[in-house]
Structure formats: C-alpha cells, structure tokens
C-alpha cells in the first residue's frame, strides 16, 4: 500500500524540498508519513470546504501549492482549518517555493502555457532560480498580447498596461506575487512580464522603463501546476485516485 512517505519522497525528488526559499513552509505540515494513503485530492490551497471535499471523496491526504500553515501560530480552535485536519486524519503536505522553481515546475507550466520558446531562468534569489523568460513565435501588440494570456490562462479577466508602439516578442513570467521582478525582466530585455500579483508603485516604475505588465491573477498564474501534477501522480502511482479540488476557485469576479 502506498504511505504518506512514498508521495512525500516523489514530490521530494521533482520539487525537492530543501530547495525552498528561507522564509517558506514545506514539506509534510499535517499528518504522519507511515500513514497509508487512500486517495488524493489537490489543490491550490487548504481551506475547509477542501477538507469537507477530501472527506467525501475518501480522501486522507491533501496535497497543496500554499502552506495551510505558513507563520507561528499562536492558538488553534477547534473548527479551525488546521484542528479539522487533525479530526479528520487527513494529511497535508504543501510545495510552495520549492515547486515554483523546479524544472517542471509552476513557472515552466506557466510558460508552457504562453507557449514560450528558448527558456532560460528569468532572475535568481537566495542562489535559486525565480521565474522564466522565453520568445513567442509571434509579434503581439500590446492589448492582442494580454487578449492571449486571458485566452491561455482561462482568466476571467487580465490587468494590463499598453505601451505605444511596443511590440511583444520577448516574456517573462513569474507565478503569484512576482510582481517585483520586473526590474529583473528589463534588465534581460523582455518587452512584458506576466505575473500573478503587482504593486501600483511597481507599474508605474514599469511603465517608465517601457516594460509591459500582465497580471493575470495569483490563482491563475499557479493552478497550470495541477493538472500537471496529477498526472505525474497518476503515473507513479497507478493504483491511488487523484482528484482535483473542486470546491476551491479563483475567488476573484470581475464586474
């Protein structure tokens, strides 16, 4: 029977977790690693309707992007996310930074799905490589550019800014909050960054250097990990079911 540990040791050797940012909390959060695993369920993030999904779907063990524990806690109640966890004996392991850096990782999914050529790492922090750039086969105006993302990413809507007479050839992408690397995306003279989250501050700054921006939303930029995931899952592991949250969406809406 696969246990907790087998899952652990193969997201460990394609994201490993030693490789996480200093700041971040990876790894097995909840749980045991000799605990046999029935089925899977993943998702983005672990909130209570994701718990109340795994448990109907005989599922022990929730495999997240973002830690359902990130800093110190100073008191847990009993219908916290965390406590229902616990009650439930349900596990959770979360890859964050680690799975955003590796080599098939939510960024090199994220550019996948632009379809971006000749990828090279976009900047580096703490020694490890953050975000991509890579070429489109083809030349965007601005607007035509963030049209493709929305269209790429299945967004129900993109902020971006338009640049006259700019032209899109050159990307960088960095998944969720990348916005601050923008500089990094100038100063390698790619003509737009596409991240999750960006400051007004650091548009503006964008704007001046005449980089395009894209922000496609966190969720958006993170969620093409999944799908990816769970087929690695599927193929190791032939006889465990993986599931795809349902429950938990982009809460965002656009009026």
Do not use: W
Not at 11 to 35: R, V
Not at 138 to 161: I, P, S
Not at 210 to 237: C, Q, R, S, W
């Amino acid at each position: 029977m696969t246990i907790v540990k087998d899952i652990f040791n193969f997201i460990d050797k394609i994201a490993p977790f030693e490789k996480a940012l200093s700041f971040d909390n990876c790894g097995l959060i909840i749980g045991e690693m000799k605990t046999g695993v029935k089925n899977i369920v993943l998702s983005l993030d672990i909130t209570k309707d994701v718990i109340e999904e795994a448990k109907n779907l005989n599922a022990n063990l929730i495999i997240s992007h973002h830690p359902v524990i990130f800093r110190p806690i100073s008191s847990i109640k009993s219908n916290d996310t965390i406590s229902l966890l616990c009650k439930n004996d349900i596990n959770a392991i979360c890859a964050h930074t680690n799975l955003d850096i590796a080599e098939k990782g939510v960024n090199f999914q994220l550019a996948q799905k632009l379809n971006l050529q000749n990828l090279n790492p976009l900047t580096y922090e703490e020694e490890k490589p953050m975000g991509l750039i890579g070429n489109l086969s083809y030349e965007f105006e601005c607007k035509e550019f963030a049209q493709y993302v929305k269209k790429r990413l299945d967004c129900k809507g993109v902020r971006y800014t338009e640049l006259k007479n700019k032209k899109i050839k050159t990307v960088g992408v960095c998944s969720g909050t990348g916005g601050e690397f923008y500089k990094a995306a100038y100063e390698k003279s790619a003509d737009v960054i596409v991240t999750g989250e960006i400051k007004h501050s650091q548009i503006i700054d964008a704007n001046e250097l005449g980089i395009m921006i894209v922000d496609a939303g966190h969720y958006k930029t993170e969620n093409v990990i999944l799908e990816p995931l769970k087929k690695m899952l599927e193929t190791k592991f032939k006889n465990t079911i993986v599931y795809l949250s349902k429950s938990f969406t982009d809460k965002i809406n656009y009026i």
